[in-house]
């Protein structure tokens, strides 16, 4: 799960990392309001779960009152469209209005799970800022890392390093390798995926400040924490999968036209590369568990026929503890309540495959039965053809 960057900053500041002045608004009075108590500069950041807002327009620097008025009245109730959200773009419906930074120098520092490791990293850089990503890309040794062992946790050598490592003066190590144990404790305590501050900000005065923040949430720990799990925008995120969600099925919103509902996610990734091999795209990745109920594969059945981008339909069943039959059963009641307008091909195996197909065979849907995967992509493929 993601949160804004005003929502992240607030999770800083109570693990005592520094971090501008500033409010949120919701409209654009209230921007001129905050910026007023700030003296009248500002800086107006849209806010979405979005990366590439400055390149798009989403940040901007005001210098009264009336400007940051304007400025935030252009922006709120718009929809922003950055490299990152695709031409639909995703609605502004805050604005984080801060203090100008006087910057000398911007530095990097995140924790992330280091999925070949398998334990979190601690990344820093002197080089940070918007093109991070092409420093690690080209020059990976200005990117320090730090794997921590989750056993005795990040060690304070490990953050003093860290905090050499980006050549700060002598007189900043001490409270720069406090602040990367900051952050590691926000990462461990609240069950980050990660946590990322971009720029971290050396300012003139000699203060460090995170300038921008990114804290992502492992969802699978969020019944730990409901005060995260309350800051979550549905509206940032795709109507789908926000719809799956309340159903407990897996679902990722992808780019091509061919829908896959799967039971299992090794599963589901051999039937996207099923797809992929027979010259076409997946349309998403559902999966609706191993366990899962008539109601539930109606549910996502139902998900991929209201996906406009769906041309066609894989379903691939491997029957245990969800039968084969309760599969069936599920597609035939989300057919009775939204009407089946592309090809679907069927490939089921397992505990009552059969039973399975003759519901479907004698249900009089347009559905073809397919006797393994590659059989299962042809059909697939030819259905892109008219065959």
Do not use: W
């Amino acid at each position: 799960m993601k949160v804004h960057e005003y929502q992240a900053k607030a999770i800083l500041s109570e693990f005592g990392i520094p971090v501008p002045k500033g409010g949120v608004a919701t409209t654009p009075q209230e921007a001129r309001r905050i910026a007023q108590e700030l003296g009248g500069s500002a800086v107006i950041k849209a806010q979405v779960h979005a990366g590439g807002r400055g390149l798009a327009g989403g940040v901007k620097v005001v210098g009264s009152p009336q400007e940051a008025e304007a400025t935030a009245r252009g922006l709120l109730g718009h929809r922003l469209v950055t490299h990152q959200t695709g031409p639909e773009g995703v609605p502004v419906n805050h604005v984080l209005v801060e203090e100008p930074a006087q910057v000398s120098r911007e530095l990097y520092l995140a924790v992330a799970i280091d999925s070949v490791a398998r334990c979190p990293v601690v990344m820093a850089s002197e080089a940070g800022g918007m093109e991070i990503e092409e420093v690690a890309s080209t020059s990976p040794e200005r990117v320090l890392r730090a794997r921590v062992d989750v056993a005795t946790g990040l060690q304070p050598y490990q953050c003093r390093n860290l905090a050499y490592g980006m050549n700060l003066p002598g007189d900043l190590i001490r409270p720069t390798a406090s602040l990367v144990a900051s952050l590691y404790r926000l990462f461990e305590t609240k069950d980050c995926s990660l946590a990322e501050i971009n720029p971290l900000a050396l300012t003139v005065d000699g203060r460090l400040l995170a300038l921008d923040a990114k804290l992502n949430f492992d969802d699978d720990a969020l019944f730990r924490h409901p005060e995260v799990r309350a800051l979550r925008d549905p509206e940032q995120e795709d109507p789908l999968e926000v719809e799956a969600s309340k159903f407990d099925i897996s679902y990722i919103k992808l780019d091509g036209d061919v829908g896959c509902m799967v039971n299992g996610a090794g599963l589901a990734m051999a039937t996207m590369d099923s797809i992929s091999l027979a010259q076409a795209r997946p349309a998403n990745f559902l999966d609706v568990g191993g366990g899962a109920s008539e109601e539930q594969v109606a549910q996502a059945f139902k998900l991929i026929l209201s996906d406009p981008q769906v041309k066609r339909i894989l379903v691939n069943i491997f029957g245990g503890i969800l039968r084969c039959d309760v599969a069936a059963r599920g597609i035939l009641a989300a057919s009775q309540e939204r009407a089946i307008q592309v090809p679907v091909v069927v490939r089921m195996l397992g505990t009552n495959a059969e039973e399975g197909k003759e519901l479907l065979a004698r249900s009089g849907l347009k559905i073809t039965l397919a006797s393994d995967l590659s059989e299962a992509a042809l059909r697939i493929k030819q259905a892109a053809s008219g065959i």
